[in-house]
């Protein structure tokens, strides 16, 4: 009986093998995952940058919208916009505040969040995932090196 078992697992195995991706010499392995880096600046936004994509997904942070509370309007940038660093890319306004939203990093915005026109509280329920603001397709990703761990970013507010 463990004899079926142990063929039937071997049939179905998947070869690792190794595929070269473009002209770098990276290599991926069939059937993992990218590497998605979670990158946060000091004005509270937050970029999910995908490796393989190369595009990142831009938010605000959990304490951001703890900060701002209830919000009431989004303003989203225009699809197609090529922005650098530290452009105003949209606005966050809520009952306590109103609060601009700058590019964590360099590119072209690629996709907006339409929700949030309809929903701007989906930033309250879930900030850092179907409260996400913009994706970007980074123009220069070595900038992400530049912005801060979740520990760095942390450490500039609970001080």
Known sequence: MFSAIRQAARTRTMPLTAAKTGASNSMRVPGCRTI???KYTEEHEVIAFD???GLGAVSITDHAQES???VVFVELPAVGSKISKGDQIGA???VKAASDI???????????N????SEPGLLNRSPEDKGWLCKIKLSAPEEMNKLLTLE???AT???
């Open 36 to 38: 998605v880096t979670k």
């Open 51 to 53: 490796d393989e994509t």
């Open 68 to 70: 701002l509370g209830d």
């Open 92 to 94: 966050v306004e809520s």
């Open 102 to 112: 700058y590019a964590p990093v360099s590119g072209t915005v690629t996709e907006v």
């Open 114 to 117: 339409e929700l949030l026109n």
């Open 152 to 154: 760095s970013y942390k």
């Open 157 to 159: 507010w609970e001080a």
